[in-house]
């Protein structure tokens, strides 16, 4: 079992910036990939950004060269940091970890609400 708790979430002006944190725990050495999803209200989940053990990232179309995703091993730490912020980047943001053995992701955080204004 994997538990995730993401951090950093807010309200933030349009063109702003927020960064998001996920700490990981359990049974860690098991995830071989981890990522940020979001959920807009009346919205499917949709994917972010994703990054896998040996650091290879890919970032959704409607983020690229605005949100970068990074994790910190040796903290069990994963971020994402969020730049020049659009209204429709509002939603709920949810940290995610595919475990060994599993095609998709697996484990979730609770999410942690974002809020662009205009």
């Known amino acids: 079992q994997v538990q995730l708790v993401e951090s950093g979430g807010g309200l933030v002006q349009a063109g702003g910036s927020l960064r998001l944190s996920c700490a990981a725990s359990?049974?860690?050495?098991?995830?071989?990939?981890m990522g940020w999803y979001r959920q807009a209200p009346g919205k499917q989940r949709d994917v972010v950004a994703t990054i896998t053990n040996d650091g290879s990232t890919n970032h959704a179309d409607s983020v690229k060269g605005r949100f970068t995703i990074s994790r910190d091993n040796a903290k069990n730490m994963l971020y994402l940091q969020m730049n020049s912020l659009k209204p429709e980047d509002t939603a709920a943001y949810y940290c995610?970890?595919?475990?060994?053995?599993?095609?998709?992701?697996?484990?979730w955080g609770q999410g942690t609400r974002v809020t662009v204004s205009s």
């Open positions: 359990g049974n860690i050495f098991s995830i071989n990939a």
């Open positions: 995610a970890a595919r475990t060994n053995g599993w095609a998709n992701f697996n484990s």
